[in-house]
């Protein structure tokens, strides 16, 4: 039976000492990718809600109005993770970790969810078949929430960074 993980809390000088009080390493490269992406995801989620929307929500849905609303969910959900990183980095919440966690979720399951959708929309649900080429995304996906979960829930540098503390052994 494994013992439980157990953490220690450090003062504010071996917290500066250890280097917690930036961002370092993969959590810098999160903050400046999130950034990014925000800036992005703003300026296409504006042009699609102001180009798009009003064809979309007009008359009765065809294919490409499906598409259409899922590419907008996908682009709003990475720039709500954009958004959700961004600003939990750089308020240092001792919540970053578990809301950029759930935006990564979040953010999987959407564009997994959109792919099937969109797959259903194009052959209305006759061909069971056209869903198996989007499986390998939908794993690749998956395989980066899980990583990004596992890396700020239980890594070295977010729990240094967001919440001041280490693992003892």
């Known amino acids: 039976m494994t013992k439980p993980e157990t953490w220690r809390e450090l003062s504010e000088t071996e917290w500066r000492a250890a280097g917690g009080h930036r961002p370092v390493g993969p959590l810098s490269i999160m903050f400046a990718a999130a950034?990014?992406?925000?800036?992005?995801?703003?300026?296409?989620?504006?042009l699609l809600l102001q180009q798009r929307?009003?064809?979309?929500?007009?008359?009765?849905?065809t294919p490409q109005q499906v598409i259409t609303l899922t590419g907008?969910?996908?682009?709003?959900?990475?720039?709500l993770w954009g958004l959700g990183c961004f600003v939990s980095i750089l308020t240092r919440a001792s919540h970053g970790?578990?809301?950029?966690a759930g935006l990564t979720g979040?953010?999987?399951?959407?564009?997994?969810?959109?792919?099937?959708?969109?797959?259903?929309?194009?052959?209305?649900?006759?061909?069971?078949?056209?869903?198996?080429?989007?499986?390998?995304?939908?794993?690749?996906h998956l395989?980066?929430?899980?990583?990004?979960?596992?890396?700020?829930?239980?890594?070295?540098?977010?729990?240094?960074?967001?919440?001041?503390?280490?693992?003892?052994?």
């Open 35 to 46: 950034g990014v992406l925000t800036i992005i995801g703003a300026f296409l989620a504006y």
């Open 53 to 61: 929307l009003p064809i979309v929500l007009s008359g009765p849905m």
């Open 72 to 79: 907008l969910a996908v682009v709003l959900s990475t720039f």
């Open 97 to 100: 970790p578990i809301a950029i």
């Open 106 to 140: 979040l953010w999987a399951l959407t564009a997994i969810g959109a792919q099937f959708v969109n797959a259903y929309a194009i052959t209305g649900g006759t061909d069971p078949a056209a869903y198996l080429p989007h499986l390998p995304n939908a794993l690749f």
């Open 143 to 169: 395989a980066i929430a899980a990583g990004v979960c596992g890396y700020v829930l239980d890594g070295f540098r977010p729990n240094l960074y967001f919440r001041r503390r280490i693992r003892v052994s």
